[in-house]
């Protein structure tokens, strides 16, 4: 890939897609989950076709990275993009557990016998 | 930031994260795959020259962003928890990435290739200091030299507690196993809880 073209692509559009926003606020992990709590009526002032999609999408949970896979944006912009969701009620997040939590045994009993059955 | 954990938790599941590194074309994206419930994603963090670090852009001054792929797949428990599994960006010099997955993470898998074993060095380096559970899975590529299990242990020098199995990264099963021997082993190595 050409420098050109990455500054292109990936920089610029999603840049201004936010509107020069930055992630300002506590960096969303790439598998923080986001779920809709309240659909979007058709015209919503101030929302982007992105955002309506990220509202479509997470209909279901899902994270940061699958998100931004889906909708082929670079995890930095949709944390900006959750973040207006977050703020206008459309979403909710769910963060993980955090390092020191990781420890809890049912969850790796859980996960044992989940991946077992697979 | 405003988040959910208490009381709305029970709707949302929790996720885990668990990665998957060594070097290049040792087959990460093919395990993430292999176990994965649906194909594997591709996600892209954009790093500015801040998160970068100023050495790496010695001689591209003009280049003042870079793009870091990873790959993941996932894996839902139920509806409680969701596994991703990441597979870890190959260029090492990337720390900020792996900083970044590694927090959190519940353990990695490091695979090797007998043929290169000395590409996953920086991966068991990273992990050891870091702190983060770890095991190693010798991916079984065609007309690869085969070692015996102790010998590849011998030549990472890990310590006698860290797992080493064999697996063949194209296979379902292979990938499940290893899955599980790295929760298993990250459950003996929780720091004990506190009451």
Not at chain 1, 9 to 32: F, H, N, S
Not at chain 2, 3 to 19: C, F, H, V
Not at chain 2, 27 to 51: F, H, Y
Not at chain 2, 152 to 160: C, F, G, I, Q, T
């Amino acid at each position: 890939m050409n420098e050109e073209q990455l500054y292109d692509e990936q920089v610029v559009r999603p840049y201004v897609m936010t509107r020069g926003r930055v992630e300002a606020r506590a960096k969303l992990d790439l598998i923080t989950l986001a779920v809709t709590i309240r659909q979007t009526t058709g015209v919503e002032v101030g929302l982007d076709p992105e955002h309506l999609t990220i509202v479509r999408l997470c209909r279901r949970p899902l994270s940061v990275a699958e998100i931004a896979a889906h909708l082929d944006l670079p995890a930095g912009t949709v944390r900006v993009l959750l973040g207006d969701l977050l703020d206008r009620g459309f979403i909710m997040l769910q963060e993980p557990a955090p390092e020191v939590d990781v420890l809890d045994e049912r969850m790796y009993r859980a996960v044992l016998d989940g991946l077992r059955a697979l | 930031m405003a988040s959910a954990r208490s009381e709305q938790s029970k709707k949302m599941p929790t996720a885990i994260k668990l990665l998957i590194a060594g070097g290049f074309g040792v087959g990460k994206t093919t395990m993430v795959g292999a176990v994965s419930e649906i194909r594997p994603l591709r996600t892209e963090e954009v790093l500015t020259n801040r998160s970068i670090g100023v050495d790496d852009l010695s001689g591209v001054e003009a280049k003042s962003t870079t793009t870091v792929a990873m790959d993941f797949g996932r894996i839902s428990i139920g509806d409680d928890f969701v596994l991703y599994l990441f597979g870890t960006p190959g260029q090492e010099r990337f720390w900020f990435v792996w900083d970044e997955l590694a927090r959190g993470a519940l353990g990695a898998v490091v695979l090797a290739d007998t043929r290169r074993l000395a590409d996953c060095f920086p991966s068991v380096d990273y992990f050891e200091r870091r702190g983060t559970p770890f095991i190693v899975a010798v991916n079984c590529f065609d007309g690869a030299p085969r070692y015996k299990l102790d010998e590849v242990k011998m030549a990472l020098n890990l310590s006698s507690e860290i797992p080493v199995l064999l697996c063949d990264a194209r296979r379902r099963e292979s990938g499940k196993e290893v899955l599980i021997t790295l929760v298993q082993h990250a459950y003996g190595r929780r720091p004990v809880a506190k009451v």
